[in-house]
């Protein structure tokens, strides 16, 4: 074979391997959007990787088993993400060269969407990965604090039954604290697509950044101080909390809670994941650091802030919660952004601009 064709395969060969490690590089969030997005989602991806390894080798030795039937969820996960990756490049491809105002618009609408199909690859990877461990952490079935946590309410003069008494009386309130509780998915869904059409992968960077390490503090929470909840240890009458919801959807995890630990459960199915974490408040540290991340857009912000700020009390007789864990989320919250601030801002290369320069 003649040395010329033998040097043009290999530089074939270099090519497609540069093309896919700058894929990767970017659907990682990692090349284009500076060295700020760069240091966040090494954050990012240090902590999925954590979860990752402790996971693999928590299931070896546990009773659980990872259902089968995640494969097919999470091939069906990355397949359509690998066609949304395929869709990019070609239009993406289509498109250049091209400077009219059409093509400025459609290319700046298609990298809005690509991010955020991104940033919903992260949250898909880390939000399984802290499932998987949540429920190992519960099926190791390690003794109880809520006696602890309820003293701790005590000392500090909080009295857990006696305010799901008070919210309850108001039906108007109980309404209202109900619905801020259930809000707290769609703010954070709203959040991830807000800085995804604006553009700002620097900023989503660093809010998956936060997101993952609190998912670490919660995570070290559950296995140090597992509990129940306030709804389970204080066992209260119906009629405390009749304007909340029905007996049987109050303490709404609390099947698969009890399963975890007494055995009965033995499989983990990520296509009907149940929030199973009492200590610390997970809504509070979402509550925090949605709002947090919004910092930039003032009016928008303030709105976020009233809704949070409603769903951090609807934590307590809603949400079943000890004041503690919610104390606990405020403090892995503050950490969490301290860490991701504790290196100065670098100026950002790229990847903030308007629709129409993108």
Not at 62 to 85: D, Q
């Amino acid at each position: 074979m003649p040395i010329s064709l033998i040097l043009s395969k290999a530089a074939n060969v270099v090519e497609v391997k540069r093309l896919i490690a700058h894929q990767l590089g970017r659907w990682l969030l990692f090349t284009d959007y500076g060295d700020n997005a760069r240091r966040n989602m090494a954050i990012v991806w240090q902590c999925v990787g954590g979860f990752i390894l402790v996971d693999v080798i928590w299931l070896q030795a546990s009773s659980l088993s990872f259902a089968r039937s995640n494969w097919k969820v999470c091939s069906e996960f990355l397949f359509y993400i690998t066609l949304a990756g395929a869709f990019f490049s070609l239009v993406s491809y289509r498109l250049r060269g091209k400077a009219d105002r059409v093509a400025l618009f459609l290319r700046a609408a298609l990298q809005r969407t690509e991010l955020l199909s991104r940033g919903c690859l992260v949250i898909g990877v880390s939000g399984t990965a802290g499932m998987v461990f949540s429920y190992l952490a519960t099926s190791a079935a390690y003794p109880l604090t809520d006696h602890f946590l309820a003293e701790f309410d005590f000392a500090f003069g909080f009295n857990w039954p006696a305010f799901l008494k008070a919210t309850n009386s108001n039906p108007v309130l109980a309404s209202l604290l109900t619905h801020a509780y259930q809000s707290t998915l769609f703010v954070t869904e709203g959040v991830l697509i807000w800085l995804s059409i604006r553009g700002r992968g620097e900023r989503l960077a660093e809010f998956l950044a936060i997101l993952n390490l609190t998912s670490v503090g919660v995570g070290l929470g559950l296995l140090i101080a597992p509990a129940a909840g306030a709804f389970a240890y204080f066992n209260p009458a119906p009629q405390l909390f009749s304007n909340f919801g029905a007996p049987g959807e109050m303490w709404s995890f609390s099947k698969v809670f009890i399963a975890l630990r007494d055995g009965s459960l033995s499989a983990i199915d990520v296509s009907v994941p149940e929030g199973i974490v009492s200590f610390p408040s997970f809504h509070t540290v979402l509550g925090i650091i949605t709002t947090y991340a919004l910092r930039d857009d003032r009016w928008l912000m303030v709105c976020v802030l009233a809704l949070n700020a409603i769903m951090v009390i609807s934590t307590l007789p809603v949400g079943g919660h000890h004041l503690v864990d919610v104390l606990a989320g405020v403090a892995i919250s503050i950490v969490a952004i301290a860490i991701v601030r504790e290196e100065p801002a670098i100026q950002q290369t790229s990847g903030e601009s308007s629709p129409m320069s993108a």
